[in-house]
């Protein structure tokens, strides 16, 4: 992460900006969305996965995926660059998501 980017996450901090949450079926299909940090987090609904991306935005995983992610594996991830993509969606209106690793 450049310097510009995280100085621009600092200040969205102390600014109180809250992170615009883009739902996995407004997301482009097929557009990476480069991932900044993954986090678990407890909601209403239960334990969450979050993806912060670049530009003060966040995507929660589906909860099918969520199941599979356990604490040590989200750390891995977050030493990787990682992104997340919208494939399309099966017939029964499933969005078909996959985090991805984006080239060194």
Do not use: H, W
């Not at 599979?68 to 998501?97: A, H, S, W, Y």
């Amino acid at each position: 992460m450049d310097l510009n980017k995280s100085l621009q996450r600092i200040n969205a901090i102390g600014n109180a900006v809250e992170r615009t949450v883009i739902k996995v079926r407004d997301m482009e299909v097929g557009k990476i969305y480069e991932i900044e940090k993954i986090k678990a987090i407890s909601t209403q609904y239960g334990r969450g996965i979050v993806c912060e991306i670049a530009g003060n935005a966040s995507i929660f995983l589906p909860q099918r995926m969520v199941k599979e992610m356990e604490e040590n594996v989200i750390d891995q991830l977050n030493n990787l660059r990682m992104g997340v993509v919208l494939n399309g969606f099966l017939k029964n209106d499933t969005p078909k998501v996959e985090l991805i690793t984006i080239g060194n």
